[in-house]
């Protein structure tokens, strides 16, 4: 399969007075286009900082990242702003989304900022909303949803624009391990359906282990690549 994202000696390191800390040394490697990667640390191994080098969100100090090809570092802050809102995704542990906007108003954002019509933002955001088992709360603000159904939102609208990348930090990390296991599943099945990449980091082996690959983190350094059963 040919690669869709790849990561060459990356390395991270902030420099704070006259103290330096190295968060991330020499990592590389590559995901294919459809393939499902978990990357795999405890707390302080690197992985969120990896996974915000990877989608633009920060710049390493040396290395590149080549998504579709393309060195993501060399472009232009109009173009990469348009490739991670219309050909990446985004999950957190916390969902973040806009208090006082309604769930359907949520999943339609990413769509209404590329510069889609309303209406059909909102058409979009309904079918994915459906998609993930929210058709009956289309109209409910956040305050008034589960933990579960806060991150099927946040599902929603990483996935509305039908990214060919989805990154998630922890997606499941705020939930207790049933509802986690249940998110995870739907992720997956989704990603699947819509033949989208997707790269999630965690602390969690057995969420890990439901990936088509596992990436260890450790210190900073990538440890041996596992196959990792499905």
């Keep these: 399969m040919e690669d ?13 007075g006259e103290s330096d800390t190295a968060v991330l040394s020499n990592v590389s490697f590559s995901v294919s286009a459809g393939e499902h990667i978990a990357i795999l640390g405890s707390s302080g191994s690197g ?8 989608g633009g969100l920060d710049t390493p100090s040396k290395g590149r990242v080549l998504f579709n090809g393309k060195a993501i570092d ?13 050909q990446m995704g985004f999950i957190y542990q916390f969902h973040h ?17 590329g510069g889609i019509s309303r209406s059909k933002a909102e058409e979009e955001a309904k079918k994915m909303l459906e998609l993930v088992g929210l058709a009956h709360r289309l109209e409910h603000k956040p305050a ?12 929603a609208r990483a ?9 998630a930090d922890e997606p499941t990390g705020n939930l207790d391990h049933k509802t986690g296991l249940a998110v995870y599943s739907l992720l997956k099945d989704i990603s699947r359906k819509l033949n989208t990449t997707f790269i999630v980091v965690t602390h969690d082996r057995e969420l890990a282990n439901k990936m088509d690959r596992v990436l ?11 196959n990792a059963s499905l």
């Design 74 to 86: 060399t472009l232009k802050p109009k173009d990469l702003n348009k490739i991670r809102n219309q």
């Design 4 to 16: 869709l994202l790849v990561c060459q000696d990356i390395s991270k390191t902030y420099h704070d």
């Design 47 to 54: 992985k969120s900082t990896l996974l915000h080098i990877m």
């Design 97 to 113: 989304l806009l208090g006082e906007f309604s769930a359907l108003e949520n999943v339609a954002m990413p769509l209404l900022i």
């Design 144 to 155: 008034a949803l589960s933990g579960g159904e806060r991150q099927r939102v946040a599902i």
């Design 216 to 226: 260890t983190l450790q210190d900073g350094h990538l440890q041996a690549l596992d």
């Design 159 to 167: 996935l509305v624009t039908e990214p060919k990348l989805v990154m």
